[in-house]
């Protein structure tokens, strides 16, 4: 019988473990954004309130004047096309817009022409509106008050009060001797009424154009850079009275008006008051224009119209201000300004 041999198999090794290297740490979190302290601390005024805005570096007031005039002037080039269809179907219009480039005023008897110079400086809004969009992010509200919204009723209160003042002011420039001049009969303009409805319509929209313009993007542009209230106010008052061509008197009436404005708009927390007292002004310019068929860009300005002007707007101011007083001191203040809560880090996973 056969003798097989039995063969022990040793054991099979243990394997030897491959060390691994540790798992890298979750890297940190970004740090939240500071904020500055005047954000936590009483509350961001009207000219800082970039800085409740998704985007708010230092660039970004740059972004938004450098888009806002692309969008504009697209926006120009498609009225000007419009335009230029209209003149196809009549000769006189191209000299009619000629003349615009030698006397750029008001012809209250062209009303064709009166659409057009009006809804040049309406189409600063929208303008500045999608670019503040696109490049701060949401929150666009922001453009107009602190509470991120047009506050329509207390809007509406500030222009009952403009209209109550400027309309004592022209009953008395009514009563001193050569002031009002003639009443006139609207210059003999066959269109006046097709005029009328085009002021009524535009007048307020041009006015609020260049309040969110001068008021409202320069003026958060500057705080965006500069803290101090001042800046703000102050800086916008040269650009916005070049814009005007008026005689010596007329340009101190329209720097006093900037910087009433400014200040009521950093008052007040919003562009409210100074859209109201903006749209009465030139309402009652554009209207009393209409009725005596003169211009209501008339670069010559008497003492009469500037000392109006400085009544208007110095009556206006003190009413405003009694107003704030009065529903502070029933406690309904008008909130001016805006708090934010300071981010906080989010927790490592």
Known sequence: MAHHERVKIPPAAAPTPVPYPAPAAPPAPPAP?????????????????IFARRRNGWW???????????????????????????????????DRMLVLTENPSFDLGDPVMLVFLLATIVLMLPAYWL??????????????SAAGRL??????????IAIVVSAVLTGVSFLVPGASGDAGDGGANPLWWVSLIIILLLVPLQSAAEEYVFRGYLMQAIGRWLRHPAFAILLPVPLFVMG???????????GLFAVAAGWLTW????????????????????????GAGSDPTESSTGWVSFLWSFLLIGGYVALVEWVLHRRAARGRALPRTLVLTPPVAAPLV
């Not at 936590?40 to 309130?49: S, T």
């Not at 970004?60 to 888009?67: C, D, E, K, S």
């Not at 670019?131 to 107009?144: C, F, Q």
């Not at 009652?284 to 209409?290: E, N």
Request: with cysteine; hydrophobic share 55%.
């Open 244 to 254: 005007h061509l008026y005689d010596l008197l007329g340009q101190l009436s329209v």
């Open 33 to 49: 954004p500071k904020l500055p302290r005047d954000a936590i601390e009483g509350g961001l005024a009207f000219h800082r309130l």
């Open 151 to 160: 506050r329509w009723r207390w809007m509406l209160l500030c222009t009952g």
């Open 267 to 290: 008052r007040t927390g919003g562009l409210e008051s100074a859209i109201a007292l903006h749209v009465v002004n030139n309402l009652t310019g554009f209207l009393l224009s209409l």
């Open 60 to 94: 970004t007031p740059l972004a938004v004047g450098a888009l806002g005039i692309v969008f504009y002037l697209v926006m120009l080039v498609v009225v000007l096309v419009f335009m230029i269809i209209a003149a196809m179907g009549d000769p006189t219009f191209l």
């Open 131 to 144: 670019a503040s969009l696109i490049v701060n992010g949401k929150r666009v509200g922001l453009i107009s």
